[in-house]
């Protein structure tokens, strides 16, 4: 089995900043990009950021400038370094690994449980 266990959500105030990290563990062939999505009361479940092995990275246009995702491969964790926070960043923040366990099990997503980001003063 694959889990994904996130930590780094809590309250803080407009302008803040939070690290969210996610650590993958379990049996993992090969590890294709690891993301953040959130999901705020009421609506959908949202692409926040992605990072692919080969480097690339996705970032919703509201967190742009604000957000940078990285990556420990070694350990498979992915972080979510979150700067000039604000109240409409309130959600939560649930972590996302695309990756194969291994040569006979397909390619799948994985979350993780999600973490509580609030952002108000």
């Known amino acids: 089995q694959v889990q994904l266990v996130e930590s780094g959500g809590d309250l803080v105030q407009p302008g803040g900043s939070l690290r969210l990290s996610c650590a993958a563990s379990?049996?993992?062939?090969?590890?294709?990009?690891m993301g953040w999505y959130c999901q705020a009361p009421g609506k959908e479940r949202e692409l926040v950021a992605v990072?692919?092995?080969?480097?690339?990275?996705t970032y919703a246009d509201s967190v742009k400038g604000r957000f940078t995702i990285s990556r420990d491969n070694a350990k498979n964790t992915v972080y979510l370094q979150m700067n000039s926070l604000k109240p409409e960043d309130t959600a939560v923040y649930y972590c996302?690994?695309?990756?194969?366990?291994?040569?006979?099990?397909?390619?799948?997503?994985?979350w993780g449980q999600g973490t509580q980001v609030t952002v108000s003063s």
């Open positions: 990072l692919t092995s080969s480097g690339t990275t």
């Open positions: 379990g049996s993992i062939l090969s590890m294709y990009a």
């Open positions: 996302n690994a695309d990756l194969r366990r291994s040569s006979w099990a397909p390619r799948r997503d994985y």
